[in-house]
């Protein structure tokens, strides 16, 4: 098989849909469908299953999928050792990054590493930390940026640690959330980071919030709580410091210590030797400890 009809094969599996992986492939649905049936043609059996809800992977199907993968990844590895040979830093740099760091802090060290490496291409995944581990894994990701407690055997580096706050426009210390009908705001993450709020909130409080709303975005909740539709505890890393809201730290009531969230950089011993994961990793360490400072 060519490199483009394996790309078509995984295309197709991942995406389920003949459209969306069109779409992705800059064909058109015809020309994709006739080039699928030359594949299978090659093969000598039927891939997939065509269906109102998509496609369908035949047991033949997986077996092809399972190679096109494997053969895409070691190519990629291959010309990523290449590349290290190179004294130039190019290749793809493939990050996978907890999505509160990935639409806060991230952007600006990527901007300052794509104008310091023109060459290298990047490959970015966000989503919950037991995402990235898996990601990291199985291959799809050379570095991995995580926040709260992570069980990780290999390199893990800290980044920094930033505060929680309870962010609200009406309410100006903890004890009234005792007595406020005001809804509390969660969003949808990692369990680590709900079992602290959780935590927390027992120490505090003998009763759940009265009223609840949880949305799947933090930046959702953030929104909702500036424009005072109630109050959400939210990691200092996604607030400016120009929001006209009450910024109250979480505190632990028996030793008066502030609630904090680590970030974490992971990825395995011999991923770091490689050009393009190296230069990012010094860029990244820089805006760490600048922020490190910021966050005293």
Not at 82 to 95: E, P, R
Not at 109 to 128: C, H, N, Q, R
Request: proline share 3%; with cysteine.
């Amino acid at each position: 098989m060519t490199t483009t009809e394996l790309e078509i094969i995984k295309a197709l599996a991942e995406e389920g849909n003949m459209r969306k992986a069109a779409e992705r492939l800059f064909l058109s649905q015809p020309a994709l469908s006739q080039r699928l049936q030359t594949i299978e043609k090659e093969w000598g059996t039927m891939l997939f299953i065509r269906s109102q809800k998509g496609l369908e992977p035949t047991p033949a199907g997986e077996l092809v999928i399972a190679f096109a993968k494997e053969t895409i990844l070691k190519k990629e590895e291959t010309a990523e050792m290449i590349a290290s040979l190179a004294d130039k830093v190019h290749g793809t740099l493939k990050i996978a990054c907890a999505s509160i760091v990935g639409q806060t802090w991230l952007p600006q060290v990527l901007k300052e590493f794509v104008s310091m490496y023109p060459d290298a291409k990047i490959s970015l995944m966000t989503g919950w930390s037991s995402e990235i581990v898996k990601a990291l894994y199985e291959g799809e990701a050379h570095i991995g940026i995580v926040r709260g407690q992570v069980d990780w055997k290999s390199r893990k580096s800290y980044l920094f640690r930033d505060r929680l706050y309870l962010v609200d426009q009406e309410i100006t210390s903890i004890d009234e959330l005792v007595e406020t009908e005001r809804p509390f705001i969660q969003f949808k993450s990692d369990s680590n980071y709900y079992m602290e709020i959780q935590r927390w909130w027992q120490r505090h409080f003998s009763q759940y919030p009265k009223r609840q709303i949880t949305v799947d975005q933090i930046e959702t909740c953030k929104q909702l709580a500036l424009n005072g539709i109630g109050y959400a505890i939210l990691p200092s890393i996604t607030l400016a410091g120009d929001e006209k809201v009450n910024k109250i730290p979480l505190l632990n009531s028996e030793e008066e210590f502030e609630l904090t969230r680590d970030t974490w950089l992971i990825g395995y011993d011999s991923t770091f030797e490689l050009k393009q994961v190296s230069a990012f990793t010094e860029v990244l360490n820089m805006h760490a400890e600048k922020l490190r400072k910021e966050l005293k």
